[in-house]
């Protein structure tokens, strides 16, 4: 049975709103045209989105720049901006969602070894099995992985009869370091000649950008995003308690291994195409909780556009600092999510 929210929760006016979806996708527009023109080779803000306009229909924009300019907006910076913003709103909305189920304002994707099964199947492809599938290989063997992970949690809790939010966290984090104990024989086993490409993988990165692969983490976000928004009303009554919850007509436990599964999905493919990528499901939400709430109706929206940009002004970052070599976004991430969360917690 649906939970229904506790009186009638005022409308936003229909100016508000409209002014609203204007600013965010302003804010979405001004963030990708930055991350497409910076770079080792700059390609002005015009130009960018005329090869976009152009490739879309070349009828539109008669082209006035060369082929090399063409190829690195439209082959390279353009499909990994939008990876990055998969990634960064699939990352920070299940931050937010496992927070409401967990009670827990440290939960975060990789906290019931998602990132951990991922980082197994990739080592596994990486080090071991080759490229059996060309260049899916990868993010095949770490969706997998994730995917495998997440079932072993679930088994294990229910073995253990540890549904509760507190005994589902302790046997993720066990389960996280047995499978990255695993993880880690692999690479002392493997060839040590490939671990500086293990390594950079673990570290985070969206080299696996390619519009053919785009579709991929797309199929998985959008239904389950979908699904989180739509089950708004029940995160917030699990963010009061089970009890709470339970007397609206919530089912607690299974809504919430629900919630840890979609979860599971949505980080298992973004840990599958961009590397374990840390400090955005937990940093991101309670950012957006500053500036519109705790109401997972506005929570989940703006979690998932705050991440997406988030994860785009890191990618400018790992790309700008040590140009032309690619530095890892994970380190960026957690720089900035490290100190941004210390500030946090210094001001509230």
């Not at 991929?216 to 029940?234: E, T």
């Not at 599964?261 to 500053?290: D, E, K, N, Q």
Request: net charge positive.
């Amino acid at each position: 049975m649906r939970t229904e929210t506790s009186g009638k929760r005022a409308k936003a006016p229909a100016f508000l709103v409209s002014r609203n979806l204007f600013l965010a996708l302003i804010l979405l527009l001004v963030s990708v045209t930055l991350a497409v023109s910076v770079g080792a080779v700059p390609v002005p803000a015009q130009t960018v989105w005329g090869i976009v306009l152009n490739k879309i229909s070349p009828d539109w924009v008669d082209p006035t720049w060369s082929k090399g300019r063409a190829a690195i907006v439209w082959d390279i910076r353009f499909p990994r901006a939008l990876l990055a913003l998969m990634v960064g709103a699939g990352l920070a909305a299940v931050g937010a969602s496992l927070q409401a189920v967990t009670r827990n304002p440290l939960a975060d994707p990789h906290l019931l070894g998602i990132s951990s099964g991922g980082a197994f199947g990739a080592i596994l492809a990486l080090l071991h099995t080759g490229l059996f599938l060309g260049l899916l290989t990868v993010p095949l063997m770490a969706f997998l992985g994730a995917l495998c992970a997440t079932a072993l949690v679930l088994a294990v809790s229910n073995f253990a009869s540890a549904t509760s939010a507190d005994k589902l966290i302790l046997t993720g984090v066990a389960i996280s370091f047995i499978i990255m104990a695993g993880a880690n024989i692999l690479i002392f086993l493997g060839d040590p000649r490939a671990t500086h490409t293990v390594v950079f993988w673990m570290l985070g990165g969206l080299g696996l950008a390619q519009w053919g692969h785009l579709a991929y983490p797309l199929i998985v976000l959008i239904p389950c995003l979908s699904w989180l928004y739509f089950r708004s009303a029940d995160l917030n009554a699990m963010t009061i308690g089970d009890e709470t919850a339970a007397t609206l007509g919530l089912n607690v436990v299974r809504f919430r291994l629900t919630v840890f599964v979609v979860g599971a999905m949505i980080t298992g493919v973004m840990v599958a195409f961009s590397g374990i990528i840390g400090f955005v499901g937990l940093m991101v939400p309670h950012i957006a909780r500053m500036l519109v709430g705790g109401d997972y109706q506005r929570l989940i929206p703006v979690s998932a556009l705050f991440g997406g940009v988030f994860v785009l002004l890191a990618d400018i970052a790992a790309r700008t600092i040590m140009a032309p070599e690619d530095m890892p976004i994970g380190i960026v991430t957690g720089l900035i999510g490290g100190c941004s969360f210390v500030w946090l917690l210094r001001k509230r």
